[in-house]
């Protein structure tokens, strides 16, 4: 299965860009990128997703490289709410759509 | 519309007993997948379902268990407890589709907040 490496940790100054890197060498042509995130004491919620050209939400943005096998979240401004453990997952096409493996996500400090 | 409802949120149970967690998805989701988290071990799959059909299954050890009812609803079951099953257990409906073809947004996740589970 293919696996995401993401930095441990991360920290930003409040209401500043934050880029969050996601490294998925071994993404095969049906993965799509997700991205969700965990903020304390509760359940992950989704941030966003894209399958090979860059995505715009009103939460944040992703950036996938050309060759797909790296993207990068950007929050345009953090805030404090924004401080949470960052998933990067790959999403299987064919039968193993639902199997989802998590790695250990970034964890995001903003600084006020 | 409402989210996905875990239930228990929390509970206490001792080493050998059993322990059934349940997971109401999204109204129209057919697929909920079951994880295991720790401070240790991070965020693990356990297990899929769609329509009523176990789909994909992560790798822990048969004493944990799933099934889904044809209302979409359900439920995960841990026999015979170990210390080490404390943990946060989470639930996550997506749309899914007949054949497992991530089509954008069909895969999407909803967690529930989770149930908590000691085992003391």
């Known amino acids: 299965d293919a696996k995401t490496t993401q930095p441990n940790s991360m920290e930003s100054n409040e209401e500043e860009p934050v880029h969050l890197p996601c490294n998925h060498s071994?993404?095969?042509?049906?993965?799509?990128i997700h991205w969700y995130r965990q903020l304390p004491s509760q359940g992950p919620e989704y941030v966003i997703h894209?399958?090979?050209s860059n995505v715009n939400n009103r939460m944040a943005s992703l950036a996938i490289a050309e060759d797909r096998k790296s993207s990068t979240l950007i929050l345009h401004r953090a805030t404090l709410r924004d401080a949470a453990v960052y998933y990067c997952?790959?999403?299987?096409?064919?039968?193993?759509?639902?199997?989802?493996?998590f790695g250990d996500g970034t964890t995001l400090t903003v600084k006020p | 519309k409402a989210g996905v409802t875990q239930t228990p949120r929390y509970l206490i149970k001792t080493r050998g007993q059993q322990v059934t967690l349940s997971c109401s998805p999204i109204?129209?989701?057919?697929?909920v997948s079951w994880y295991q988290q720790t401070p240790g071990q991070g965020l693990q799959f356990l297990f899929e379902?769609?329509?009523?059909?176990?789909?994909n299954k992560g790798n822990f050890p048969g004493r944990f268990s799933g099934r889904q009812f044809s209302n979409s609803r359900s439920e995960m079951n841990v026999s015979t407890l170990e210390l080490g099953d404390s943990a946060l257990y989470l639930c996550?409906?997506?749309?899914?589709?007949?054949?497992?073809?991530?089509?954008?947004?069909?895969?999407?996740?909803?967690f529930g907040a989770g149930s908590r589970l000691t085992v003391l």
């Open positions: 996550a409906s997506s749309l899914g589709l007949a054949g497992g073809s991530s089509r954008s947004g069909a895969n999407v996740l909803t």
């Open positions: 997952i790959l999403k299987f096409g064919n039968t193993n759509a639902g199997k989802s493996t």
């Open positions: 379902y769609f329509s009523e059909t176990q789909r």
């Open positions: 109204s129209g989701h057919r697929s």
């Open positions: 894209g399958l090979t």
């Open positions: 071994t993404i095969s042509g049906t993965d799509y």
